[in-house]
């Protein structure tokens, strides 16, 4: 089946420090692969996706590349803000008849002044 | 894109009581998920809720414990039954990511229960 691995939390750095959340993932077929953010007493939200392998999801500074033949959607930011302080999901989506996403564990971030 | 609301935000229960927690979405969708997610735990599927139909759900849930209605396509509620401290958790409305795999999911901000 469908599964994805991210990397335990909680991530602790300063403000301004680089940022590498892992994800790997196992599927059948050729998934699309989203991360999330959950911000502090709200629901998820969706940060970035890519639907193919080499594309590069970028949104808020945040950049993951479709890696197929590492099986991997690596999050990275070059410089966190407090404001990103969140848990984030890695997720996948494959074909087969239902495309409900499948999530990761989730990896918290805290960012400190 | 979709706006989601659910109500209450937050409550803290007793044990053996129910609670029922409502979703309303902005658009007509024809399939709306309810999810659980427990403390530091990933996103739990129960069920999908279909217009017209029975809910699905997912292995290790039932519907006597999670009861569902879904009486239109912006609206559905899923009530938490004869709760024990085990409940306690986050509960998440969703629409969206049924059309293709690259299509996004919508959330509702959650529902976070306690139950004493």
């Known amino acids: 089946g469908n599964s994805v691995t991210q990397m335990e939390g909680p991530v602790t750095l300063s403000e301004e420090a680089f940022l590498t959340i892992n994800c790997t993932y196992t599927?059948?077929?050729?998934?699309?692969l989203f991360w999330y953010v959950q911000y502090p007493g709200e629901g998820l939200q969706l940060l970035l996706k890519?639907?193919?392998?080499?594309d590069k999801g970028s949104n808020k500074g945040f950049e993951a590349t479709y890696r197929k033949e590492t099986t991997s959607f690596h999050l990275e930011k070059g410089s966190v803000q407090v404001s990103d302080s969140a848990v984030y999901f890695c997720?996948?989506?494959?074909?087969?008849?239902?495309?409900?996403?499948?999530f990761g564990r989730g990896t918290s971030l805290i960012v400190h002044p | 894109s979709a706006v989601i609301s659910q109500k209450p935000s937050r409550d803290i229960c007793q044990r053996g009581t129910s609670l029922t927690i409502q979703c309303q979405v902005d658009?007509?969708?024809?399939?709306m998920f309810w999810y659980r997610q427990q403390p530091g735990q990933s996103l739990t599927l129960i069920a999908t809720?279909?217009?017209?139909?029975?809910?699905?759900?997912e292995s290790g849930f039932v519907i006597d414990k999670f009861p569902i209605s879904r009486p239109n396509l912006t609206f559905s509620t899923l009530t938490v039954s004869n709760m024990s401290p085990e409940d306690s958790s986050i509960y998440l409305c969703?629409?969206?990511?049924?059309?293709?795999?690259?299509?996004?999911?919508?959330f509702g901000p959650g529902t976070r229960l306690l139950v004493l």
């Open positions: 599927a059948t077929g050729y998934p699309s």
């Open positions: 890519a639907t193919k392998a080499d």
């Open positions: 658009s007509q969708v024809t399939m």
């Open positions: 969703s629409v969206g990511g049924t059309a293709g795999v690259g299509e996004t999911q919508y």
């Open positions: 809720a279909n217009q017209g139909s029975e809910a699905t759900y």
């Open positions: 997720a996948l989506s494959a074909g087969g008849g239902s495309y409900i996403p499948t």
